[in-house]
């Protein structure tokens, strides 16, 4: 039988079990928060030494 | 290079190489050899993700791109993020829920056989050319720094990578790019601190950034519209976003690191462990080349760093003119420096400001020696290989490093070539296997012994292909950019496809089909005959391809009605 077996359903939803985050969204809401503060300090770091 | 280097080079790639062969020996089940042990983690998806995209190019050309142009390029990164958020929250999951080996049998579960094979067609074509310029890449740069037969450091290279890669397929390429990105890491780590222990007197660290700054190549931001630059915030996000979305989302090399594991959570944590660390880390190596740029300020170097090339052509007087010529502009290049050192710590704005001028223009003129020097090996030979800034950090490395570490800093080169080789290969050969093999032998897709063999033919074949195609063609200058522009003529057209797969429901097979062939056609002809940045092709052949899709569908659904009530 060469079909991969089957994802577990149940694990599929499951919440992203990183402190501090309960849904995946709020995990997404974190690194898109992130790279904002990285342009963010890209800029100022452009300003300063350009 | 000495023993202490030789050893540390050879234990370290080979020993790695070994080691994941020997461990991953046993793998007999096909979903093990092709998406990896199913218990993998975050971090060792992670890894692997890093290291696939990771080549020995990067670290080769990246360094050389801060030294020559600064580090604009790291905006070339701004999209990555964002397409990994995308791809964690609407491609994973769907490849997770199909259960697929290839990203492409996706497309024929959304449309049909034919757009699954134009999907693995155009990646094949594309990553099957950039395995060969993979390979060829920090081969040709090595070979000529430290004078090494070409050929045999390709061959040499390629077995290895062949080795290990069939014998435990998706599994042993994870398990090596875990130690290969620990070498990679520690070398380039390695590399900084002594190049910062190496910057000169008077300067440190910081009077070097601000050097760095100065003379302009500390721009990391630039919010110009101007379509012709080639590095702005605005190709970062928008030709970015989609070269990043097509190639983590739809490259095989990529998806195979990360749909295998527990759950679906691995891969996501995975894949977003790259979103946060990427644009920094690029940064540090970027920021590299730009140090460089500030201690080759005060280091005798060539005026070309391609000394191979450089002898080869520059014979007559002519070169010797511009050799003297280029180490008294350094002289003064210095001298203007450490006067703007000066002028800056007087806390006097005028006096800054002039000394900053005349700094500017004594590095100018050494720019300006070194654009002549390109311009003299080109008239003694139109076909020399003028661009010399994939030279400049391993001529750093063999030059200026100690023993021990010139062996720890190629150990890195070679586990990095390693590594994104290894994940090519795999790849082409999953998808030949499964795309194309089954699709014309449909009866042989129960028997799972002969899938493993075939995978493992294929596996092989691809890295002979590879080896081959490196040992007999020639690649453009910009070894990186080489491979950047390849993946933004095909990847824009592909990710096309995925988004009208999923976003555009109503979209059938025949119109993404004919649509996509189109755009593929357009962006080719626009290539070849328009100036525009290499990424906005990500974006004009992903929106051709949406629109024609939209149009077509149209059409043929309106053929489809008055076919319909005629009859």
């Known amino acids: 039988m060469t079909s991969p077996p089957r994802p577990d359903r149940h694990r599929e939803t499951e919440s992203p079990d990183v402190p501090g985050f309960g849904t995946w969204s709020a995990v997404y809401l974190f690194v898109f928060g992130w790279f904002v503060l990285v342009v963010a300090l890209l800029t100022v770091f452009t300003a300063m030494y350009a | 290079m000495n023993v202490a280097d030789w050893i540390v080079l050879l234990a370290t790639i080979v020993g790695i190489a070994a080691y994941g062969a020997w461990r991953t020996r046993q793998v007999r089940n096909l979903n093990t050899y092709l998406r990896g042990k199913p218990s993998t ?349 994939d030279y400049v950090f391993i001529t750093f490395i063999v030059t200026q490093l100690p023993h021990g570490a010139v062996g720890l800093l190629l150990a890195a080169m070679f586990a990095a070539a390693l590594s994104s080789k290894a994940s090519e290969l795999s790849a082409l050969g999953s998808t030949t296997t499964i795309d194309f093999w089954r699709h014309f032998r449909p009866l042989a897709a129960a028997d799972e012994a002969r899938n493993m063999r075939v995978a493992r033919r294929f596996t092989a074949l691809w890295g002979i292909f590879a080896v081959a195609f490196a040992l007999f063609a020639g690649f453009a200058e910009n070894l990186i950019e080489a491979i950047n522009i390849l993946g933004s003529i095909f990847y824009g057209v592909l990710l096309g496809l995925f988004l009208v797969a999923f976003f555009l429901r109503h979209v059938g097979g025949s119109a993404v089909f004919f649509a996509a062939i189109a755009a593929q056609t357009l962006v080719i002809v626009m290539y070849f005959s328009l100036n525009i940045g290499y990424l906005w092709y990500n974006l004009i052949g992903c929106a051709a391809c949406i629109a024609l899709s939209l149009v077509l569908q149209a059409i043929l659904s309106r053929r489809a009605g008055v076919g319909g009530r005629a009859s």
Not at chain 2, 48 to 75: D, H, K, N, R
Not at chain 2, 109 to 121: I, N, Q, S, V
Not at chain 2, 139 to 160: E, H, K, N, R
Not at chain 2, 277 to 288: G, W
Request: net charge positive.
């Open chain 2, 41 to 389: 983690g975050w971090g060792t998806i992670g890894l692997s993700v890093m290291a696939t995209q990771a080549s020995a190019i990067t670290y080769l050309s990246i360094p050389g791109q801060g030294f020559e142009s600064g580090i604009g390029f790291v905006q070339n990164y701004f999209g990555l993020p964002l397409a990994l958020i995308i791809v964690c929250a609407v491609f994973l999951p769907m490849y997770r829920r199909l259960n697929v080996y290839t990203a492409y049998q996706f497309l024929a579960e959304r449309f049909d056989e034919k757009t699954r094979l134009l999907g693995a067609g155009l990646f094949l074509l594309q990553r099957g050319l950039a395995a060969g310029v993979t390979i060829y890449a920090p081969a040709i740069i090595v070979s000529t720094v430290l004078g090494w037969p070409l050929d045999p450091v390709i061959v040499a290279t390629g077995l290895l990578v062949i080795a290990y890669t069939v014998t435990g397929g998706s599994e042993a390429v994870a398990l090596t790019h875990r130690w290969q990105m620990a070498v990679i890491a520690a070398g380039m780590v390695t590399a900084l601190i002594l190049l910062i222990l190496r910057l000169p007197d008077g300067l440190h660290f910081s009077g070097s950034v601000a050097a760095a700054g100065a003379l302009g190549k500390l721009h990391a931001v630039d919010f110009s519209l101007d379509p012709s630059r080639r590095y702005t915030v605005w190709t970062g996000l928008f030709g970015g976003l989609f070269l990043s979305l097509s190639y983590f989302g739809t490259d095989q090399s990529q998806v195979q690191r990360y749909i295998g594991g527990p759950s679906l959570r691995e891969g996501r944590l995975g894949l977003l462990f790259n979103a946060v660390l990427k644009i920094p880390m690029q940064f540090v190596i970027l920021m590299v080349g730009a140090l460089l740029f500030v201690f080759y300020q005060f280091a005798p170097h060539p005026v070309f760093f391609n000394q191979a090339e450089w002898r080869r052509h520059a014979q007559d007087g002519r070169f010797r003119v511009i050799e003297t010529e280029h180490a008294q502009a350094l002289a003064q290049s210095q001298s203007a420096i450490r006067a703007w050192v000066q002028a800056r710590a007087s806390d006097d704005a005028a006096r800054e400001a002039t000394a900053r001028a005349a700094m500017v223009a004594a590095n100018d003129r050494a720019q300006a020696i070194r654009a002549e020097a390109r311009a003299a090996l080109l008239a003694a030979d139109p076909r020399a290989k003028i661009k010399d800034s």
